[in-house]
């Protein structure tokens, strides 16, 4: 998690977390839905239901914006947002280049250099 609370990093890259001006209930509900969504998602899909699947979209869409993950941004300060930015090319690169990575990490999708 970046120091300021708004982002987790996934493989380097800035995922945005829960407002954290949630309580605890509603979050949890919250999860719950996307949750069900994602299920009903994958439900649809392997029955070849478009409809299905555009309706559970909609579900997981509205989840994560009621979460705060996605949409407008939960602070105040002006800053951007910067999610699925990776962390090394963002105002968090000194943070996360302290925090060094494990041996062999790499970036997805990129050969490592010999």
Known sequence: MTPDGRYLVVRGRLWRRADPALGEERRAALVAELMA?????????????????????????????ALGERGPVWWSDGAPDLTRRMARTTAYADWFAALGEPSGAQEPGRAQRR
Do not use: N
């Not at 070849?48 to 914006?65: H, I, L, N, T």
């Open 37 to 65: 969504a994602r299920r009903a998602k994958g439900a649809a899909l392997r029955a070849g239901d478009e409809e299905g699947v555009r309706s559970a979209r909609e579900r997981v869409q509205a989840a994560k914006e």
